[in-house]
């Protein structure tokens, strides 16, 4: 079964500075992996995703993440954040199954201080 | 425009009682889907219907039941609400069943049973 942890429940970073959110997933199966973010009082809107083509995936918002088979890791990361990028971000994994089902991390809270 | 929509965006109401939550997606997608999120921000999918037929039904009380009336809506009834039923509902929707397909959610709903 798919699983994914996401290490760090609370990240605090200050403005300009690297922002790193970390992933780890667990598949018997090629994974897919997917990067959400839900802004407070919002839904959830698509970062970036995995699946299969480049390890280097680029998103929305200048972020990116990388997908390490060897580490089992999808990280998040951004070389400057600002203080829209305050939000909770979540990892998510498909079986890549016909059902689209995604298995949600247990989501990290993202602050920037100024 | 909103692309997900869903009503209310709070419910109160008392343990014991029967609610129904809307969404209405006007995107033209074939896929929608019921998630819950509790208190400490874990988000499960609950049901996933493609064209009006049920394609994912986790282990969910059989006090929840989704109905899809068209292929733009998909309502969530929940019977004999009960205080474990607290959680923000949101409803996603995607083009099609496959993980390649992006899922849009809608801004959620705070149910609170008192």
């Known amino acids: 079964a798919q699983s994914v942890t996401q290490l760090g429940s609370h990240v605090s970073v200050s403005e300009g500075a690297l922002v790193l959110l970390r992933c780890n997933y667990s598949?018997?199966?090629?994974?897919?992996l997917f990067w959400y973010v839900q802004y407070p009082n919002q839904g959830l809107q698509l970062l970036l995703k995995?699946?299969?083509?480049?390890?280097l995936v680029k998103g929305i918002n200048g972020f990116e993440a990388e997908f390490k088979k060897s580490e089992t890791s999808f990280h998040l990361t951004k070389p400057s954040a600002h203080m829209s990028d305050a939000a909770e971000y979540f990892c998510?994994?498909?079986?890549?199954?016909?059902?689209?089902?995604?298995?949600f991390g247990t989501g990290t809270l993202l602050a920037v201080q100024p | 425009d909103t692309a997900v929509s869903q009503t209310p965006k709070y419910l109160v109401t008392q343990m014991g009682n029967d609610k129904s939550i809307k969404c209405e997606q006007n995107?033209?997608?074939?896929?929608m889907y019921w998630y819950k999120q509790d208190s400490k921000k874990f988000l499960k999918i609950m049901f996933s219907?493609?064209?009006?037929?049920?394609?994912i039904n986790e282990t969910v009380p059989n006090r929840f039941s989704p109905k899809s009336p068209d292929k733009a809506h998909l309502n969530l009834h929940i019977n004999s609400l009960e205080l474990g039923d607290s959680a923000v509902y949101f409803c996603?929707?995607?083009?099609?069943?496959?993980?390649?397909?992006?899922?849009?959610f809608g801004p959620g709903t705070r149910l609170t049973v008192t």
């Open positions: 996603a929707s995607s083009q099609g069943e496959g993980y390649n397909y992006e899922q849009y």
């Open positions: 598949s018997s199966v090629p994974p897919y």
């Open positions: 995995y699946t299969s083509a480049a390890t």
């Open positions: 998510a994994v498909s079986d890549g199954g016909a059902t689209n089902k995604l298995i």
């Open positions: 995107l033209g997608h074939d896929t």
């Open positions: 219907y493609n064209n009006k037929e049920l394609i």
